[in-house]
């Protein structure tokens, strides 16, 4: 892929995330959600707001929310030499993937078949290969650990009240402090998975989403997991390698 094509990607991705000059949000909305498209996301809206937006004087960052695209939008923005602060609100990191032992991820498959899958990621940083979901998390956090905690202040807290302005945005966290920044993005996550109507199942991530052998399983979703799940009875439970 051409570097044209690269800057036409990011900047869809940049004015996809825009709420203004100052505010942005990792848009749930956009299709084909996975771990590894949203690392490549988040790198390229860092990529167009720091040719942008980070001006001298005006590289004050702060990332609300560390999963996947917080913490890669924060590994970013620091290796531009922007100042980056990093605030979560749960203090275990990546809580709701740790007991997701049955749930097998992969980079690419989500692409498939316009792309070819490939066992590994091959990203600048934070990178990782296919395996189950809390193996991952442990390779993500590892180099984190090693490459950028010391370069990010994280702050456990929540945010609960924001204003902004061409000038900055103004934070107010439930602890009562208040933080300022020049440019703000928020990565909080997806939407809350929706019911069907009176059907109850639990969370795709939970040990209890896995059904029992000789039941009916209808699958809702074309995403990876989706995918993964409609291969897992045929290829057994290691369906990614």
């Not at 007991?99 to 091959?122: C, G, S, V, Y």
């Not at 109850?200 to 399983?217: F, H, K, L, M």
Request: charged share 20%.
């Amino acid at each position: 892929m051409g570097d044209n094509e690269h800057d036409k990607r990011a900047w869809a991705v940049y004015c996809a995330c825009r709420i203004s000059d100052t505010l942005y949000a990792m848009n749930p909305f956009l299709t084909q959600q996975n771990f590894y498209a949203q690392q490549l996301r988040a790198l390229a809206l860092v990529s167009v707001i720091a040719r942008k937006r980070l001006l001298p004087g005006r590289r004050n960052i702060c990332i609300v929310g560390a999963g996947v695209a917080g913490r890669m939008l924060a590994a970013g923005f620091a290796s531009v030499g922007a100042s980056v602060r990093l605030i979560e609100a749960r203090t275990t990191p990546f809580e709701r993937y740790r007991a997701a032992t049955h749930r097998e991820l992969h980079p690419n498959i989500i692409f498939w078949p316009k792309q070819q899958p490939t066992p590994a990621t091959a990203l600048p940083f934070l990178n990782w290969a296919q395996s189950q979901a809390d193996m991952v998390i442990e390779d993500i956090l590892d180099e984190w650990q090693r490459g950028f905690g010391p370069k990010v202040d994280l702050v456990h807290d929540q945010v609960v009240r924001l204003q902004h302005d061409a000038s900055g945005v103004l934070l107010e966290l439930q602890s009562g402090a208040s933080i300022e920044a020049d440019i703000v993005v928020l990565a909080t996550g997806f939407k809350p998975e929706r019911g069907l109507g009176a059907l109850t199942s639990p969370s795709y991530w939970s040990p209890n989403a896995i059904a029992d052998e000789g039941q009916a399983v209808l699958v809702s979703g074309t995403g990876d997991g989706g995918l993964i799940d409609v291969l897992s009875p045929i290829l057994g439970a290691k369906v990614t390698r």
